[in-house]
């Protein structure tokens, strides 16, 4: 399997979470990274797809692949889950909301005296999931890169997802570096692969850790073809 012949799924941007008409649970996800992701993707595969949360719609704006917009959690899992397949690469980079109103109210929650008390439940667990499916399924082909913005205990974290989520790569992006948050144009991000390899990438433009997070999947999948 070689990630040019590959079909690329690439997820990017946060989700919103409503709890009545004009008001959401959400993050300061830009979808910026998962951009880049996407772009640097198509130029080695041109079966490419962005599932995107909503963010600016200019920088998605006459892109050659295919961009599909998503609101909540729930849609981003469906929207994952119709797109994997045999032969196919999963990066979720979009920022998904870890929980959700039990209740939405039909009508604007009024100001009111005293605090107001929101009930959450937990989102579905995409890259759970995926894990599950890619299981019942018997997708031997699937390779799976997830991302984890992260601000204290980093590397441990990103070592426990790895492993629990089933993953083969995942990106650690320690937002609490200088020029590696939200709503920049760069990032710092630092790559363990389910072999065991640590690749630390210095402080890069989106677009510049964008190619090399994929010449690492690529190497990973050449890997599997030894």
């Excluded at 595969?45 to 995107?52: D, G």
Aim: glycine letters at 4%; proline letters at 4%; charged letters at 30%.
């Amino acid at each position: 399997m070689l990630l040019k012949e590959s079909k690329i799924i690439v997820t990017g941007g946060p989700t919103r979470e409503w709890f009545d008409p004009v008001r959401y649970i959400s993050n300061a996800s830009s979808g910026k990274m998962g951009i880049a992701l996407a772009d640097e993707a198509y130029k080695i595969s041109e079966n490419t797809i962005f599932i995107h949360g909503p963010i600016n719609e200019n920088l998605v704006k006459d892109k050659p692949y295919e961009c599909r917009k998503i609101e909540t959690t729930a849609d981003l899992l469906e929207a994952v889950l119709n797109e994997i397949e045999e032969n196919s690469v999963l990066i979720m980079c979009a920022a998904p909301a870890d929980y959700t109103p039990i209740e939405k109210s039909d009508e604007k929650i009024k100001k009111q005296d005293g605090d107001v008390i929101l009930h959450m439940k937990r989102t579905p667990d995409i890259l759970k999931n995926v894990a599950d499916t890619k299981k019942c399924r018997r997708l031997n082909n699937f390779f799976v890169t997830g991302f984890a913005a992260e601000t204290m205990n980093t590397e441990s974290y990103a070592m426990s997802k790895l492993a629990a989520k089933d993953l083969d790569m995942i990106c650690l992006n320690d937002v609490s570096q200088p020029g590696a948050g939200f709503n920049v144009d760069t990032n710092v991000i630092t790559i363990f692969t389910r072999s065991g390899l640590k690749i630390e990438l210095p402080i890069l433009t989106k677009e510049r850790a964008a190619s090399e997070i994929l010449k690492q999947i690529d190497a990973e999948l050449l890997k599997r073809g030894d």
